[in-house]
């Protein structure tokens, strides 16, 4: 069933050669970051970031993280 709602690389390639779209990172494991210490949360980030860029061949300058609550982000992520 995910197949059917998830892309592929193939396909977030083909949607990334078009100039209006913009493709972040977003953790690669999708923890909320309040429960991760800084190293952790960096591995997260960075290692997304790394693929996406291997992927896309391109530079990657956006990472969104998963949640946005009180609980899962605090001033650290801000
Ligand atoms: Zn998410």
Redesign the pocket.
Known sequence: MNRELIMDWYEICQLAADSLVLIGA?TTG?YAFSKLDTVATRRQIAVNVARIEAELNRPCHNCSF??GDELACGPRER
């Open positions: 977003h999708h998963p949640y």
